[in-house]
């Protein structure tokens, strides 16, 4: 049997290493991507998946616009947290 897998933590951190790359003054280490993770799918419903095709047809989903649009907003409001409230000093 094959584990249940949430895609939309797939598209989140897919989105966070590509919108950590587009901006400056971001921390990117590891504690902080995984916080700006964790907000971000806390504000987005899961999309689980079992199955190679269920996978073909979240992904697929993306394209939506409506998806993609609530991955972005999501993503840049955990990142714009995450920036005002580190759980690091400022020189990590």
Do not use: W
Request: glycine residues 4%; proline residues 5%; hydrophobic residues 40%.
């Amino acid at each position: 049997m094959k584990k249940p897998v949430n895609l939309a933590e797939i598209l989140v951190e897919q989105m966070v290493e590509e919108q950590l790359a587009k901006r400056t003054g971001m921390c990117s280490c590891d504690i902080c991507k995984a916080d700006i993770m964790a907000v971000a799918l806390n504000h987005l419903p899961p999309r689980y998946t079992n199955t190679d095709k269920g996978g073909l047809y979240v992904r697929a989903g993306i394209l939506d616009s409506q998806l993609s649009t609530d991955l972005l907003v999501e993503v840049s409001k955990a990142i714009e947290h995450i920036k005002n409230n580190p759980r690091h000093k400022p020189n990590v």
